[in-house]
């Protein structure tokens, strides 16, 4: 097995920010909000974006399974598309948190926090309608 150094460790987290996530979003952390009182003396709270709330990132859809099981669910519903969402390594990514990527809102559904070398982020999101 081998070992990378530190300076071989950040050269890849280099490599995958500045060469393999094309887009950027803004990450906004669930519980951190804004209360706004709206004209009917109502309130709605408004998430606010995370400290690092700017990041560089990727989103690409993943597949749907076509078994004969999720075939006879989705005739009785309408299954969500689901992304998988590539951030730096240090990006606040946490369950549940707003992420908007090109004008959509999606929702973190899932952390993926096995790697072998830590030099990025990912999870699965789902759009927000």
């Known amino acids: 097995m081998t070992f990378l150094n530190p300076s071989q460790l950040a050269l890849m987290r280099s490599q995958v920010t500045n060469g393999m996530l094309p887009d ?73 948190c707003k992420v908007v990527h090109n004008g959509h809102t999606y929702q973190v559904v899932e952390l993926e926090i096995d790697h072998s070398w830590n030099v990025s982020r990912r999870a699965i999101m789902v759009e927000v309608r």
């Open 24 to 96: 950027t979003c803004v990450i906004m952390l669930a519980g951190t909000a804004q209360v706004v009182i709206d004209d009917g003396g109502g309130f709605v709270e408004v998430p606010t974006p995370a400290t690092a709330g700017t990041v560089a990132c990727r989103v690409d859809p993943l597949g749907q399974s076509t078994n004969s099981d999720l075939e006879e669910a989705s005739l009785q519903e309408i299954l969500p598309v689901q992304y998988q969402l590539t951030t730096p390594y240090d990006a606040p990514l946490v369950a549940n």
